[in-house]
């Protein structure tokens, strides 16, 4: 399905991989729109992951930068089963993101988790707030360079 | 305090009158001992239950522990609460609503800390998000370590409020409950790396083997390995404190 899927959105299909395909910022919202048009009404997650900067070593053959790694999860109920499509979309440092709510609105607190948590920006999203740390919290916890005893007050 | 001796009389009719009744004798006494009779065992329940302490709780208050028989009626709000168990974890997020709501509980009223993390924080002592014990929000009478504690721990610590309680209305000094030392209770009884009671060699495999470990977690391959150091196929027995290595007596 992903190389079927693939040229629609103007993807070389050497990029689809069995582990899902990488689809450009910009083709996000256009994915997730014919996706729910055939059919994929169920939004099921929405994953966002920090990676590090990594120098190039013996176990990196290339320089990686610091970048943001967004998966997203649909999902079509048929009679009997239950078809899932994920793509993931790569972003640099402070790079936002079509946000998803205008078709699903069940996408609203889940970008907003991702949001407080790993810090992404969700373009366009309606109410664009932390959802489980404070508001008055600093930084966002589930970054990879976020310090586990950072100071907080009065507890620590 | 109950007055059994038919014989007696008081000076005041009206305590007369109440010996004829049956079962108000009880009641004939000092009115701080009504109060201190009324107030121990009517300690209704405000439940702060967060997290898996609560489902002990809810145990505590079903049939088989049944905590309703001394008069602790579990209610939903904090105006009508006297107790406020803290049941789980509390984040940093939730410790100013803990507070309000105690805030607006009436006097007199009691905090319990049931469970280890809402005692010290425990596991989640360390991470960003939760506070180290809910007493540095709010007051704490009773501490129920465990985790979590079972119903019946609930109950005598329930008990252990009474006794404080009687020991209040009686004007006599209550010695306050401390926290339950944090190493007691998280610490499990095994050696650690490098501790001098334990097995050398596990703990020199322990550490080639971590050594031999890249960076990704993947175990390293010979021509990988820049140190050229390989893991050496060793017999291990674990149960060995003594001095001598098992080991050693395999190599000759």
């Known amino acids: ?55 190039k070593s013996r176990k990196v053959p290339e320089p990686v930068p610091e970048h943001f790694q967004v998966a997203t999860v649909l999902r079509k109920p048929v009679k009997g089963a239950a078809l899932s499509f994920s793509w993931k ?40 707030r932390r959802l489980m740390m404070p508001d008055d919290w600093e930084g966002h916890p589930l970054r990879r360079d976020y310090a586990i005893d950072t100071p907080h007050h009065p507890w620590r | 305090m109950a007055v059994s001796d038919d014989t007696r009389t008081y000076e005041n009719p009206f305590l007369d ?69 803290v049941a789980g974890t509390i984040t940093v997020k939730m410790a100013p609503r803990v507070k309000k709501l105690w805030d607006q509980m009436p006097e007199p009223k009691w905090c319990l800390a049931m469970g280890s993390c809402a005692i010290s924080g425990d596991f989640y002592r360390d991470i960003y998000s939760v506070i180290p014990g809910i007493d540095t929000v709010v007051p704490v009478d009773v501490y129920v370590p465990g985790c979590p504690p079972n119903p019946q721990e609930l109950m005598r610590g329930l008990m252990r409020l009474q006794d404080k309680i009687h020991l209040q209305r009686e ?28 097995d050398p060699l596990l703990s020199s495999v322990q550490l080639d083997r971590a050594r031999s470990l890249g960076l990704d977690g993947n175990e390293m391959r010979d021509n990988d390995d820049p140190t050229g150091r390989m893991l050496a196929p060793q017999t291990l027995s674990i149960g060995q404190h003594n001095g001598e290595s098992p080991a050693a007596g395999s190599d000759a």
């Not at chain 1, 450009?24 to 169920?42: E, I, N, Q, V």
């Not at chain 1, 709510?101 to 607190?109: E, R, T």
Request: aromatic share 8%; net charge negative.
């Open chain 2, 17 to 85: 009158k109440l010996l004829s009744v049956p079962g108000l004798d009880v009641a004939v006494g000092s009115i701080e001992r009504l109060l201190d009779w009324g107030t121990s065992n009517a300690l209704w329940i405000f439940p702060m239950a967060t997290s898996c302490c609560g489902i002990e709780f809810m145990a505590a208050a079903a049939a088989r522990v049944d905590v309703d028989r001394m008069g602790t009626i579990v209610r939903g709000s904090p105006r009508q609460g006297d107790v406020m168990v």
């Open chain 1, 1 to 55: 399905m992903n190389e079927a899927i693939a040229p629609l959105l103007g993807i070389d299909v050497a990029d689809v991989s069995d582990f899902g395909m990488t689809v450009p910022a910009d083709k996000h919202f256009a994915l997730a729109t014919l996706l729910k048009t055939s059919g994929y009404g169920l939004y099921v997650s929405v994953i966002a992951t920090h990676f590090t900067e990594q120098k």
């Open chain 1, 89 to 128: 979309v790569k972003l640099d440092v402070g790079q936002p993101i079509d946000s998803l709510v205008s078709l699903f609105a069940g996408a609203d607190w889940q970008e907003r988790e991702q949001y407080d948590l790993v810090g992404v920006t969700f373009a366009n999203h309606p109410d664009l």
């Open chain 2, 171 to 198: 004007g006599k000094w209550s010695p306050p409950e401390t926290r339950p030392e944090r190493d007691k209770m998280i610490r499990p009884e095994i050696g650690r790396v490098g501790d001098e009671d334990r």
